[in-house]
């Protein structure tokens, strides 16, 4: 017999029979201001979700939903709660929001920061170049082999 506290009906059903039913709610995911797909970490599975649009997702509340950032890296993004809506974690409070669509669906709109790397030489700097490597999932990096930029101009 399947049995909760009624409050949570509204991402649970099946009270008082023999089938649990985990509805979740519906929450909008939108990325469109990166300059990068989302990998994002849902409790034990990982996720890209493309930059090009706004993604619905069906979630449980739970504490720590988070985006990957780099290998074995996860910044945790937002808890879900009980009442379907979003807490942002602090640490990403200045790159993301929290709203509601049209339809009354969390929204979280992950701006993210803009970032120069100025490779520009500076004094009697010893000049450098910058590598960008593409990686397994086809998205640049700043780090290791790959196709030369030259230090006097910025990238």
């Known amino acids: 017999m399947v049995e909760y506290d009624p409050t949570n009906d509204a991402f649970l059903g099946g009270l008082g029979t023999s089938t649990p039913i985990l509805r979740g709610f519906p929450v909008m995911l939108d990325g469109r201001a990166l300059s990068h797909d989302l990998e994002v970490f849902l409790k034990g599975s990982a996720a890209r979700f493309a930059r090009s649009a706004v993604h619905e997702l069906t979630l449980l509340p739970a504490e720590g939903y988070g985006f990957i950032t780099g290998p074995r890296v996860i910044v945790p993004l937002f808890d879900l709660n009980p009442d379907g809506t979003i807490a942002l974690a602090p640490a990403t409070a200045q790159c993301a929001t929290t709203s509601t669509t049209a339809d009354g669906a969390p929204l979280l709109t992950i701006h993210g920061f803009t970032v120069t790397i100025d490779c520009q030489p500076h004094g009697d700097a010893v000049r450098r170049d910058v590598r960008t ?7 640049p990096s700043l780090a290791g082999g ?7 101009r910025s990238h």
């Open 133 to 139: 490597v593409v990686g397994a999932a086809g998205e």
């Open 146 to 152: 790959g196709d030369r930029r030259g230090a006097h």
